[in-house]
């Protein structure tokens, strides 16, 4: 065989006499590698590097299931403007609402604002820290929270708006003209799998989109599956489903694109992020594969 025929075989070839080579430093290596031996040894690696071939162009990612909301200049504007409407969410057993009550005499407001902390864990709109002490009112299992001197108030089942007008009025049977601030303490949301930071994140307000919750969470990946984000609701004990395609507009409709209290948003890793994830590990066991290859034909020409 002529090796200057072809650059490849000639490094093919090299790479066997050098493991024939350590393998037995006294064979003779023009005797020991055959036109039959040197050929399967070429035929063995070309098929290595065409697999590997293979196997990096399997692994792009079409920029076609990237990008948002593709269609997004064709769509009707008044298909935009009855997009989904936000409704306020409720408040539910195990809640906790933050309530700061003031009146005239500010240590009668102090006595009533006396509030118990409660470990959350997950992350902050600002921050990511492990564990957090929230501080506020919990929503027991019948639904009641409990305010010095004026006890007991059944707040499940209402929104925030209408929680405090209650409170104020409770408040009003005690001291004259009090001023009352009232909001959820614990908003949480949870936003799991192909996303850049995944964790349960603590919200300042009530009025969260899909969209807030993943650009907290740093975007999706790009092996995210945007085409089919998860979204878990607890809706009075009962879990709901919604399935959205952040590549078109319709999740604008859907009305699921504002998240409740307790969501749970996840991201499906797409075809290519199992083949990203075995690449290495495939790629390594080629190359071991190419190599054994090569000495199981050198030991051959031993025997």
Known sequence: MDERNDPHENFYIKITKFATLFINPNRDLNQSLTMNTLNRSIILSKITVIFLVILLATSCVSSK??????????????????AAAFTEP?????????????TLNPQSGAIINQASSSPLLGGSANTAVAAQQITGFLVDKNGDI??????KIKVAGLTTYQARELVREKVGAIYKDPSVQLRFANFKVSVLGEVNSPSAYTLPNEKVTILDALSL???LTIFGKRENVLIVRDNNGKKEFARLNLNSSDIFNSPFYYLKQNDVVYVEPNKKKVSATNSAQLQTISVIASVLSVLVVAITQLK
């Open 65 to 82: 299931k990237i990008a948002y909301f593709q269609d997004i200049q064709s769509v009707d504007q008044a298909k935009l403007e009855n």
């Open 146 to 151: 409990e305010l010095a001197l004026v006890g």
């Open 217 to 219: 969470a740093g975007d």
């Open 90 to 102: 409720t408040i539910q057993a195990d809640d906790i609402l933050s309530i700061n009550v003031f």
